[in-house]
């Protein structure tokens, strides 16, 4: 069955998206940077450290090599074809037509969820400097200027992320060498308790025990998710064979700086006990070396991330969605692209959705929209599970002489891939272990009761879209 799909979508293969390839080397830097850095780090972290510790210092480096691992393999990939239906191209390729449609409707719905979360989250954080203006008026305004962003062209849709993740960027290495400068230098509020015992002193290394350590690495895991946005880009990229590999190839040190160097500059400055869950670590940190408007800075870098996060979703999701339509898995009018070569009709859907999402925070409780976004969370864990499984198919299709291997190969064979996969197994597990965290297991699977209820109406109605056929071919744009 997975051998016959290979031929069926290699035949298949279209030799043009339709797409301009507009993203260059600087943009999909800054998009695989900004990818690995979001508000799981600026926020998020507090609650970690509360839970293990400096011990959370591993945790990220543990997690930070998987996803490498992760990376690599879908470096294999995007060099073998690199196509913006990416992990969904891939699916249908490796493991089937219904993998395939999974992955392509999970992927969707991932960036959905979280544009709904990121956009209204973006709108508390507005909130800090100006607490009159109602939450639901600058959510949509963020909404609309990211989606006519978005509409104009890919290029200006990375220029915009680029500049996001370099706030970010900036605020992270800002962090680091101010903190080296007060732990060699002595200066400022935080000197005289300052110092790199601070991460073994007080209870040890693993104040909580290892237990504690492990259970926090299922709020690292996602702290890391939308990391593979890269792969998305494949279709647009200037010269995909070089800047993809480049990108994912500096992902070791961007984690080791981004996350185990600023905590460790972070967990030095500041006792591990006085961090708390729903504070920033950054805000902690800023506060005691006294900076002035600490909480003021962080709220800005932390409303980049959520507008990142949102804009990024606003990508992605257009063109995985496109993709469904060309394969007849979703209404076929949402495969035209615009005058600039974006898919508008897919972005405005989606976008529709997000726009949604506020309204729902609007008008119902907290919790209940608690239950919409933490699917998110599985969403991301199969995609990154599909990844591995699809480069693990190919790797044996490319040795057994059926298909040509890669120009950027993994390294260390398949064990890093089937061990990656055991660890996320091993998150999956502390998911549903964790109270807090296993509202995520419970609303999945009616997400894919749906999935599965769609594919049978599908096989019914449109046989042909979920068969491996052709996709539609590119339709004519409006400005032509």
Known sequence: MADQAYDEVTEARPEEEGYERGLGSRQIQMIAIGGAIGTGLFLGAGTAISKAGPSLILSYAVAGLVIFVIMRALGELLTYRPVSGSFAEYAREFLGPFAGYVTGWTYWLFWVVTGMAETTAAAVYVR??????PQWASALVFLVILYAANLISVKLFGEIEFWFSMVKVTAIIGMILIGVGVLTLGFSDAAETASLSNLWADGGFFPKGIGSTVMTLQIVMFAYLGVELVGVTAGESEDPEKNLPRAINTLPWRIMLFYVGA????????????????????????????????????????????????????????????????????????????????????????ALLMGLGVVLN???????????????????????AVILICQLRYRRAWQAGRLPAPTFRAPGGSWPSWAALAFLVLVVVLIAIDPDSRISLYVFPGWAVALVIGYQVLRRTRPEAVHGGPRTPVPARSGD
């Open 128 to 133: 800090f400097w100006a607490p009159g203006i």
């Open 263 to 350: 905590l460790t500059i972070i967990l030095a400055l500041v006792p591990w006990q006085e961090f708390s869950p729903g504070v920033s670590p950054f805000v902690a940190a800023f506060g005691k070396i006294g900076i002035p408007a600490a909480a003021g800075i962080i709220n800005f870098v932390v409303l980049t991330a959520a507008l990142s996060s949102c804009n990024s979703g606003m990508y992605s999701t257009g063109r995985m969605l496109r993709d469904l339509a060309q394969r007849g898995q979703a209404p076929g009018g949402l495969t035209r692209l615009n005058g600039r070569r974006t898919p508008a009709a897919a972005i405005t859907v989606s």
């Open 362 to 384: 609007y008008l119902v409780p907290a919790k209940a929209f608690e239950y919409i976004t933490s699917v998110a969370t599985v969403c991301g864990l199969w995609t990154w």
